[in-house]
């Protein structure tokens, strides 16, 4: 891919890089913002390299045989020893893109901003970020060809789904670790990489559970393990429906159990991380404490993921949560802001 592209890379790029994540993902960009340069303009543009492939992914208007070639395409243009190019990328995609495109639409139009980004980064970022944007789309290829009779994902097994969670955000916390672990001692960047996964399985898992009803409806995915819902004489198609709410709702708390069995580990990557070139404490805790937060909210009302479709903590505790880890918040405090947000509302 390396000099490749069409459009040279500038700081333009980067600048629209950063405007565009505000509108793709509030949740993501308010970790941007907690960041410093050069780390800022790294995790968001790597972010973006990412969202490219999920929006393909989830995608119900592409065909399930498109998407895997979409997919794989991206993964050539992000493979330095292939001829194809982000424009290669940008012309295939382009009869899928809708007339009005929303935020994640706009990302893959603009797929050649990105990637012109991603070529203006040092070359130590690029290769931190490079193999697990690819990992992904691969990996995401190989979901969308394994259930594309199906019209959409049905996750089988617990095992499976961690499986897929990897490819969706474990990879995202390997090139965070990856960005970081030179500047760690040996002892911590080994430590960040046993955890990673934790950390990023932990949020997945967490999306999982509370967002039930919509990736149902807006994508025609079922993340909810088969076997699982089988205990409950669920179908897959059923578990939007409110009258189910109280058996999803039990599938659901198996799911957030799932996603307490990594809360230590993803603490543990917080407390070994450096905070150099631009990485800041306050930027990947506000994430861990929102997830616990959301899960005491699932612990009190998993129902509500199929009632009301959205299971999350509120705006005040969000703005709570940002006030908390600034200042002179440090890592030996995350413990005990973990206790209380998983005990009660922080307010």
């Known amino acids: 891919m390396d000099g490749r592209q069409s459009q040279p890379p500038t700081m333009s790029d980067r600048e629209w890089c950063h405007d565009a994540v505000q509108d793709v993902s509030r949740t993501f960009a308010l970790t941007i913002d907690a960041l410093e340069e050069p780390m800022a303009t790294r995790i968001c543009v790597g972010y973006l390299l990412c969202r490219v492939a999920d929006t393909v992914e989830d995608a119900t208007s ?139 399985l932990l949020l997945q898992l967490v999306n999982v559970a509370k967002d039930v009803r919509p990736d149902y409806e807006e994508e025609n995915n079922v993340y909810l393990p088969q076997a699982w819902l089988d205990d409950h004489g669920l179908d897959p198609d059923e578990v939007a429906d409110p009258e189910n709410a109280t058996r999803v709702g039990s599938v659901v708390e198996r799911v957030t159990d799932r996603a307490r069995g990594y809360v230590d580990g993803a603490q543990r990557w917080l407390e070994v991380m450096p905070t150099s070139q631009g990485n800041t404490l306050a930027a990947w805790t506000v994430p861990f404490l929102l997830a616990v937060g959301t899960m005491r909210e699932l612990g009190d009302r998993p129902q509500d993921v199929v009632r009301e479709g959205d299971v999350k903590v509120d705006r005040e505790e969000v703005h709570a949560v940002l006030a908390l880890v600034a200042g002179d918040f440090d890592r030996n405090t995350i413990d005990s802001a973990r206790e209380r947000i998983a005990a009660g509302k922080l307010s």
Request: include cysteine; hydrophobic fraction near 40%; charge should be negative.
């Open 62 to 200: 592409i065909p399930p045989d498109e998407q895997r070639v979409l997919l794989e395409t991206y993964d050539a243009v992000l493979d330095t020893d292939d001829e194809t190019t982000v424009d290669d990328f940008e012309t295939a995609v382009a009869e899928y893109v809708p007339d009005d495109p929303n935020a994640d639409w706009r990302v893959v139009a603009e797929a050649p901003r990105v990637v012109a980004a991603f070529e203006s980064l040092d070359e130590d970022a690029r290769e931190a970020i490079r193999p697990t944007v690819r990992e992904m789309a691969t990996g995401m290829a190989s979901f969308v060809e394994r259930y594309a009779d199906a019209g959409g994902l049905r996750i089988q097994s617990a095992t499976e789904l961690e499986e897929y969670c990897w490819y969706v955000a474990g990879t995202v916390g390997e090139l965070v670790t990856e960005l970081l672990a030179h500047d760690a001692t040996p002892d911590a960047a080994d430590a960040m990489r046993e955890n990673a996964r934790s950390f990023a």
